[in-house]
C-alpha cells in the first residue's frame, strides 16, 4: 500500500509541487489555503487558472503536466482541446523545468465563510478576455473553464455563470 505524500510546507517560504510531479512554486507563504485565480508562470508565457484552494489547484496541475509530459514522450500526441495542450507544447519546446505562481485574486470569500462562485468565475473571465490575443498566455479557452463534477460552484452558479456569459457577448 502506498503512503499518500505531504508536501512539507513552510509558513515562510514558498511551497514547490516537484515530489507530486512538475516543479510550480507556490507562494503559500503569501496566500493560505483559500479560492484563487492565478497565473501560473513558464518562463515568459503563462497560464490562468483558479482553484478551490491554491496550493491543492496547484498540485493536481502539476501532477497533470507530469502525466501529459509523460504520455508526449511516449508519443501519445495531446490533443488541441485539452487545457494543458499549449502549455506542454511549450515546457517541451523550451525545456522550461518549473513554473511559478502569481496569485491575481484570493478575496472570493462571503461574509458567512462560503465561496463566491460566481465572483472567481467573472474574474477569471476578465482576464481571459485581458489575454484575448496575447501570445504569451497559453489558454486555449475563451470563456472561463466551467468545473462539471464539484461542490464550491453550484450548478445554479455554473448556470448564472453561463447566461452572465452569453448576454454581455451580445453586447
Same mark, same amino acid.
Given at each position: 500500500?502506498? #503512503?499518500? *505524500?505531504?508536501? /512539507?510546507?513552510?509558513?515562510? =517560504?514558498?511551497? $514547490?509541487?516537484?515530489?507530486?510531479?512538475?516543479?510550480?512554486?507556490?507562494?503559500?507563504?503569501?496566500? #493560505?489555503?483559500?479560492?484563487?485565480?492565478? #497565473?501560473?508562470?513558464? %518562463?515568459?508565457?503563462?497560464?490562468?487558472?483558479? %482553484?478551490?484552494?491554491?496550493?491543492?489547484?496547484? /498540485? *493536481?496541475?502539476?501532477?497533470? *503536466?507530469?502525466?501529459?509530459?509523460?504520455?508526449?514522450?511516449? %508519443?501519445?500526441?495531446?490533443? /488541441?482541446?485539452?487545457?494543458?495542450?499549449?502549455?506542454? #507544447?511549450?515546457?517541451?519546446?523550451?525545456?522550461?523545468?518549473?513554473?511559478?505562481?502569481?496569485? /491575481?485574486?484570493? $478575496?472570493?470569500?462571503?461574509?458567512? =465563510?462560503? *465561496? $463566491?462562485?460566481?465572483?472567481?468565475?467573472?474574474? =477569471?473571465?476578465?482576464?481571459?478576455?485581458?489575454?484575448? %490575443? $496575447?501570445?504569451?498566455?497559453?489558454?486555449?479557452? =475563451?470563456?472561463?473553464?466551467?468545473?462539471?463534477?464539484?461542490?464550491?460552484?453550484?450548478?445554479?452558479?455554473?448556470?448564472?455563470?453561463?447566461?452572465?456569459?452569453?448576454?454581455?457577448?451580445?453586447?
Amino acid at each position: 500500500m502506498h #503512503k499518500p *505524500i505531504f508536501i /512539507e510546507q513552510k509558513r515562510n =517560504e514558498p511551497t $514547490d509541487t516537484k515530489q507530486l510531479g512538475y516543479s510550480i512554486i507556490v507562494p503559500t507563504h503569501k496566500h #493560505k489555503a483559500v479560492p484563487a485565480v492565478y #497565473k501560473v508562470i513558464f %518562463g515568459k508565457k503563462y497560464l490562468i487558472w483558479k %482553484g478551490k484552494s491554491l496550493l491543492q489547484s496547484c /498540485e *493536481i496541475l502539476a501532477k497533470s *503536466i507530469s502525466a501529459g509530459i509523460s504520455k508526449m514522450n511516449r %508519443g501519445i500526441p495531446i490533443p /488541441e482541446t485539452d487545457y494543458l495542450c499549449h502549455v506542454l #507544447k511549450h515546457i517541451k519546446s523550451t525545456r522550461c523545468t518549473s513554473a511559478s505562481v502569481v496569485v /491575481e485574486a484570493d $478575496d472570493f470569500m462571503d461574509e458567512f =465563510e462560503t *465561496i $463566491d462562485g460566481l465572483k472567481v468565475l467573472k474574474f =477569471e473571465q476578465r482576464l481571459l478576455d485581458e489575454a484575448d %490575443g $496575447d501570445a504569451m498566455c497559453l489558454n486555449n479557452n =475563451e470563456q472561463a473553464y466551467v468545473p462539471v463534477n464539484n461542490i464550491w460552484i453550484s450548478q445554479a452558479t455554473k448556470n448564472q455563470f453561463l447566461k452572465w456569459y452569453q448576454n454581455r457577448r451580445k453586447k
